[in-house]
């Protein structure tokens, strides 16, 4: 592991008078035979909100016996279920998704959930990642209980151990514009300005006119920049600055270790203002005029 964001998925899993799943603390349903859309609802409920957030540099994981719970009856019928392991792996793959990888440091402490040992599957294992500085954060759809978005474990040590646990995009973009790994960096531009400084005047295939002006400080700047969201990892990223009445626009600086970014406004328009993706933007902003 390294010291981006971990992201834990955890599914309902199929449960009947004959099989409990595979953690006490997750919860079951009794998805109906031959019914294949039942499991893709539960797989796709958790993966659609994954899939927003497209453009973070973060770790995902699944745990293998959480997975064949959830495809319990696929193991049992495969001619009604057909190919839909191969199709859910797909989707790990294409989003990142990769299997639980077991922590090879011995582990000092014990962590409980109720009276239920978790130290050796996913709850502990986020517990002692978050222990050591990492970000890690559960996304679930009602797979398992939580008090305001969050599982709480008792460590052996006699700790409460909080691990924070999200079902939909609004609450983990929340989650993520404060707790990612690594934090965005604004940089200054002095072709953009900022509050304090008019941009430069630049010459384009528009002729000559002032570049894009940044219109907040740095204070404001960065903490637009904690939320913004964008399409992919290499994207720029973008967000709805209301103090303003535009849209803000960071611009990528590639692939550097402290994630850089410059900054400027945007109107309808302007150049670089038909990659903000507005509807994007709605499902986590609910303050965009509707004439956007």
Known sequence: MNNQTSIYLLFKEYVDQSRLPSHQYIHGDTFPLDSISFIEDEFYSVIDVLDFFHYERKNAYYDID????????????????????????????????????????????????????????????????????????????????????????????????????MSDIPSLHKWLSAYRQPKRTYHYSDKHGDAYHEAKTITDHHGTHPAAQLLTNDAQTNQLLCCAVGKDKDSALWYYDENNGCFIYFENEGNTPQLGFHAYHLNVGDDNYENIDVNKLRQVQDNIPVDY
């Open 66 to 165: 959480n997975f064949e719970g959830l495809l319990y009856q696929s193991a049992l019928l495969p001619e009604s279920y057909p190919n839909i392991e191969q199709t859910f792996l797909s989707q790990f793959a294409a989003f990142g998704v990769t299997e639980r990888p077991l922590i090879d440091e011995q582990k000092n402490v014990s962590y409980k959930l109720y009276h239920n040992d978790v130290t050796s599957d996913m709850l502990g294992d986020m517990a002692w990642c978050q222990s050591k500085g990492i970000s890690c954060v559960l996304v679930h759809h009602e797979a398992i209980d939580t008090i305001d978005n969050e599982v709480i474990l008792q460590s052996s040590s006699h700790e409460s151990i909080l691990l924070p646990a």
